[in-house]
């Protein structure tokens, strides 16, 4: 595992922690449009809090996969994704931030950051 997964993964752990005590206003579902090297994909990330733990689940076409964690500071969020293609695993790291209705950030992946946006389909 990479030096910077640990570090992330360390992170999202501590800030999962904190995010017990904050009301995000993430949870529900959104549309997202990431624009790729492969075109424009526009995931469905469904978000869920139980007990003060954020997680969920991404996907589209090619089925929903899980997110076990989503740390969430205020209006702030990130999450580790891996993602398996034809052409190997990669580790993905989403973030951004929510104001009202709408997500705006990044993946970052491992040929650099990609921008992200999102609207909320569902409360």
Not at 14 to 20: G, P, Q
Not at 66 to 91: D, L, V, W, Y
Not at 93 to 104: K, M, Q
Request: aromatic residues 8%; charged residues 15%; hydrophobic residues 40%.
């Amino acid at each position: 595992m990479s030096r910077l997964y640990r570090i992330v993964s360390a992170t999202l752990v501590l800030l999962a922690s904190i995010s017990i005590f904050a009301d995000s206003g993430l949870v529900g579902q959104w549309q997202l449009r990431i624009e790729g090297r492969m075109g424009i994909q526009t995931p469905t990330l469904t978000v869920q809090a139980t007990d003060g733990i954020y997680s969920g689940s991404i996907g589209g076409a090619r089925g929903q996969l899980a997110i076990n964690t989503i740390a969430i500071t205020g209006n702030q969020f990130t999450f580790p994704f891996k993602m398996t293609t034809p052409m190997g695993e990669f580790n993905l790291i989403y973030s951004g931030t929510r104001d009202g209705d709408l997500l705006t950030g990044t993946v970052q992946t491992p040929r650099g950051p990609i921008p992200l946006t999102g609207v909320r389909k569902t409360p």
